[in-house]
């Protein structure tokens, strides 16, 4: 059984509040896996919930590329799926540099924030000697980076 308490159990109490569930049942989603809340306290977006019995969310895309790294335009992005009520941005940069990217959209979004975190590592690797000499160091390595810079919520790929 998890242990909610401090400013866990306020987060809880804004989701149950804004989804109209008990919290009970909020939290007992979430301790059986049917619901997840996308939360890093580095970070500490506006509180959302994901799963069984809560409302749809949007989730807007964002991100630069190899042929166009222009940070303004991605914020302006998450400018305007904030005005127009996106519950999450997604950052799938892979172009310029993406850890300063990062963290810059982290900061300018109040919503909790995702990203794929194999898409860097595997430009990295590709720039060091080739994707397919990636090991399991390399990916756990991404994931630790992008969890201390405060993204919310991940995108694995496995298989």
Known sequence: MMVFRGSYMDLLGEISKNEGIEETVLRRRIESGRIVVPYNPVHS?????????????????????RDRVEV???????DIALRYGADAIMDLSTGGDIDAIRRTIIKASPM????????????????????????????????????????????????
Do not use: W
């Open 45 to 65: 977006p506006r509180p959302c919930g994901v799963g069984e019995g809560l409302s749809v969310k949007i989730n807007v895309n964002v991100g630069t590329s």
């Open 72 to 78: 303004s335009e991605e914020l302006e992005k998450v």
């Open 112 to 159: 909790p924030v995702g990203t794929v975190p194999i898409y860097q590592t595997g430009l990295r690797m590709a720039r060091k000697s080739a994707v397919v000499d990636m090991d399991e160091d390399d990916m756990f390595n991404g994931f630790v980076q992008h969890a201390r810079d405060g993204v919310d919520f991940m995108t694995v790929h496995c298989g």
